[in-house]
């Protein structure tokens, strides 16, 4: 008969490996790796099939259920995020750094949903309830109808939700339950694995919403929110930069809604408020024209969101100049330098360029590309660009510029936000255009460097 085999897996990706070892092949994470006892003991020998089980009634897919009500927790940037609210029997995951304010987040999203009627339990395993009681203080939040529990034992949390039934619990954090039918310590990827399945299938019998605070950690000594990504309904990070008051909240998955949708919160000192406008916000700081900035007319989700894209490039005294990108993919700053070298004839040899995005916020859209090389074209030459204009569009390989979705949106915030032109790939489908807004078409980067920079 087959032993059943202990297997080790990495408590930052989530990796199985055969056998232990100091880092993981997977995500380069060092002495993360921990064993983990097989998930049943029963007999490995018998395939399940030969069993005989119960049969399972199947069903089609056309369906006459309604789709889920959803609950508004009055934070409009919140109920964006989860898709519209809060879907009842879902299993959200909140991930984050220590100390970026997951826990006042939460403490102000449970307050929320209690004031809309719903029924909330907040259980923290982290903090004393005097702890909890004077952030609500704090926050001006003790008079809303949560009730609280400080509690680390699974079983114990469990019976209680049981007999309270409530409409959303929230756990701070997964990494501090504990289940006692695991043998290992808390935070170890089996026991984070273990209360989260417990808490979600919980959520799915009792019709209960869970959300389940996880922190990411960088040293791998307690098992990360990757754990059980896979489990849950919905993921939502919970980002900021250190030093900035900015905070962004982003849907990863999520099974009853749209992914990359983004909510905008500031943390005060009465904790997260929301920020409504973000555009307005990140582009604050611009008063005059200057060298190396271009604004960035992007997309997060259904909303669009003007960024400022900084760059500053200048001699290198070092055999290999630095790259140092912050809130863009490091990748497609190589490649756009690339297509600026062999298809405009720009090089940035022996120069450091640095790249930079304003106010904390982070860009993934490949939309940014032309926004990324008019602030390198402008940090390099020197030249400002024209303060009323944003830019947006993919750069191809080619040096061609490639149309990007959404323009209408992109075009309405620009002309919302004050600015007078817009440059836009050709070929771009541009539907009604704002008035008072020019646009400029570009069929390709050299294009756009003929009549911004004269020859380049
Ligand atoms: P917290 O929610 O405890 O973070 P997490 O649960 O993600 O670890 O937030 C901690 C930080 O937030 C802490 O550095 C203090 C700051 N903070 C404020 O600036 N204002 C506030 O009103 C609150 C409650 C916290
Ligand atoms: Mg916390």
């Not at 999203?109 to 004393?128: H, P, Q, T």
């Not at 982003?250 to 406008?277: C, H, Y």
Request: with cysteine.
């Amino acid at each position: 008969m087959a032993k059943p085999t202990t297997s080790f897996t990495c408590a930052q990706c989530g990796a199985v490996h055969k056998k232990w070892a100091g880092r993981c092949d997977a995500c380069g994470a060092w002495n993360s790796i921990a064993e983990e006892a097989p998930l049943s003991a029963g007999p490995a020998s018998k395939s399940l099939g030969a069993l005989r089980g119960r049969t399972l009634p199947l069903g089609d897919l056309s369906t006459e259920e309604a789709p889920p009500p959803r609950t508004s927790s009055g934070l409009e940037e919140l109920d964006r995020v989860l898709g519209g609210g809060l879907v009842p029997a879902s299993a959200i995951l909140v991930g984050g750094d220590p100390g970026i304010g997951k826990s006042t987040l939460l403490l102000q999203a449970a307050a929320a949903f209690a004031r809309s009627g719903l029924k909330c339990v907040y259980v923290s395993g982290e903090e004393a309830s005097a702890q909890v009681r004077m952030r609500a203080q704090r926050l001006d939040l003790a008079d809303a109808p949560v009730k609280l529990a400080t509690e680390t034992n699974l079983r114990d949390i469990l019976t209680t939700l049981e007999a309270e039934k409530p409409d959303l619990a929230i756990i701070d954090s997964i990494q501090t339950m504990w289940a006692d039918t695991v043998e290992s310590a808390p935070g170890s990827v089996s026991q984070v694995r273990a209360a989260a399945h417990e808490l979600t299938t919980f959520a799915k019998r009792r019709g209960t919403a869970v959300m389940l605070v996880g922190h990411v950690t960088k040293e791998g000594q307690i098992a990360g929110p990757r754990v059980v990504e896979h489990m849950v309904d919905t993921v939502l990070y919970f980002e900021g930069e250190r030093g900035h008051q900015f905070r962004i909240l982003r849907a990863v998955k999520n099974r009853f809604g749209p992914a990359d949708e983004i909510g905008v919160f500031e943390m005060t000192g009465m904790g997260l408020s929301q920020v409504t406008n973000p555009s307005a916000l990140f582009l604050s700081e611009r008063d005059k024209p200057v060298a190396g900035a271009a604004v960035f007319a992007g997309i997060e989700g259904t909303r669009p969101v003007l960024t400022e894209v900084q760059a500053l490039v200048a001699p290198s005294p070092l055999g290999t100049p630095r790259r140092t990108v912050v809130g863009l993919d490091a990748g497609r700053l190589s490649t756009t330098l690339a297509v600026l070298e062999s298809r405009c004839g720009i090089p940035f040899a022996g120069l450091d360029v640095f790249l930079n995005v304003a106010g904390g916020m982070k860009v993934t859209e490949p939309a940014a590309d032309l926004a990324v090389a008019a602030a390198l074209l402008s940090a390099r030459e020197d030249v400002a660009l024209p303060a009323d204009t944003v830019l947006f569009g993919e750069i191809s390989l080619s040096g061609a510029l490639r149309p990007v979705s959404q323009t209408e949106n992109r075009l309405k915030e620009a002309q919302k936000l004050g600015f007078s032109q817009a440059i836009a790939p050709a070929r771009s489908k541009l539907g009604g255009v704002p008035a008072g807004l020019k646009v400029r078409s570009m069929p390709d980067l050299t294009a756009f460097v003929g009549e911004m920079f004269g020859a380049g």
